[in-house]
Every structure is written in C-alpha cells, then in structure tokens.
C-alpha cells in the first residue's frame, strides 16, 4: 500500500518524556495511523547544550513501551548538518538571508529592528544569520486552530537561521527535515503555533512544500503550569505506559472507558486509532493529573 499521510513526532532530548510529550506523540501517531499512514520518529538533538546524556534512549525506550512503533530509522538531527548546510547556502545566494552582527541584548525582545539587514555596520563582525521576512504575511488553515495569519514584520522581523554559536536555528531544521522525510502532517502541541509562520515563509523561500498543520490544546500541570522539564514534570518511563496510554486518550478527549485503565497498550492503542477519524483533541491547553482524574478544563496557557 502506498502510504499518503506521514506524521511525525520529534522530541527533543532535553529531559525523558514527560505526560505532556506523550500526549504530543500519541496525537501524531493516532493521526497517521488512522489514516492508514506513516508515522516517523525524529530526535531533535540539534542543541547539544540542553542536551541530557541518555534522555534520547530513554525517549526511545519509553515510546516502545508505549507501543508507538514508529516506522524505518530514526532521524538524528544531530546527523543532518550536510542538509542543513546546503539550505543556508541556498538562502544566502538567493539574497533571502544576512549576516548579522547584533547581540540579543542589542535586538531586545520585539521584532528584529532591521539593524544588520543591508548591510552590517562598521567595524562589526558577523555573529549570526537572519532570513528576511519582508512584507511576508503567512497564512494557512490549522486543523484545530482555524485560519492563522501573522504578518513576519510585526511578529518577528527577520528571524534567525544560524545562530551566534554557529548551530542551526530550530526553524530551519525542522522545515529541512520535515521536507526530506516528506512530511504531509504535522500534528503537535499549541506551543508551537506561533513557530509556524516561520517555518512556513522558510518552506516558501526554499521552495519546500507546505505539510497540513494541526496544534492541539497542550497540558497543564495542576497549577495550570506548563508541562516541561524546567517546572520538573515527571517523566513518563517505560513502566508507566498502559496507565500514561489510557490517559493520554483521556486527554485528548477520545473518552476511554474507565475499566480500560491498565489494559494492554496494543488494545488502548487499536482502540484510539478507531476513534481518531474526525475526533477534535481539545483546542486550548487544559490542566490534566496525570496521576489521578481529570482536573477540568482551565484557561489557555
Ligand atoms: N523538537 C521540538 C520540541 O520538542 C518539536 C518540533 C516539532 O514538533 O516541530 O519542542
């Protein structure tokens, strides 16, 4: 069978998984898989500063117990440097991108001022690379989220794509990545939405195609805090994974019966694939005790 649909999931190995990414790789997998698709798995490891020794396997490990079987090799974005090198050198003979000089103090917390854009100022040296934006206004039709349109100018001015430490900007690897392994369909967590304008004017000016994109509502800690290894969400390991499989279904609102708690995750998993198609996971982030019940429906974050 050829396969249309391809998800994805890509977790950075910044920590192990916690409930909130297994929400995110349970939403992906249901998607594609119900669609009769691919699901790949991509390790995002492009930051070897926020990098934990071993959080990679153990990502691997815990969606294996999970029974998220993701289809071929795993992609390493640690081993795409070539691919992402070539992109970089096509923005800048296109013109569409410039060194910049300016520091993240200097540039403060709004939109690039434009500082280095034609040129750079006397005496200074390069530091980083920025893709123009021009006038871009992106738009494009969330799954879940509806009609977005941002303009790049008001957002975030000329972003950056190689960073003053000489790494790869997350942007850029991800638009690369989700090209070469022809991605039709990203699925993933609302935390992201705001990225989305970018990677789509970078798909734009490397003539890349544009994957259908779909941002669920992420979940909140019982403080309604974010969910992520600085607020020290506790990982989801291997031997938690029938209990993290019913209530990431719990979550995504697909209404698992409560006796199906502890069942074999093949069976949640069979179970959630039958009810994906045409199911809305919730559109805005909403607190869930992972370890317990339901907490209710809060604010977004
Ligand atoms: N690696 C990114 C993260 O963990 C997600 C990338 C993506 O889904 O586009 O936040």
Redesign the pocket.
Known sequence: MTATVVG?????PSGPLHFG?VV?AMASYLDARARGGRWLLRI?DLDPPREVAGAADAILATLAALGLEWDGAVTYQSRRGAAYREALERLAASGASFPCACTRAMVGKGPYPGTCRNGLPPGRRARAVRVRVGDARIAFEDRWQGRQERCLATSSGDFVVRRADGLVA?HLA?VVD?AAAGVTD?V?GL??LD?TPQ?IHLQHLLGLPTPSYGHFGVVLGRHGNKLSKQTRAPAVLADDAAQAAWAALDFLRLTPPADARGAPVAELLRWGVARWPGHEPPRAAMVYDYSGDAAGAAGTA
């Open positions: 994805r999931f890509a977790p950075s990414s995110a995002d997350y991800v989700d990203v993933r935390d992201l990225s990677q």
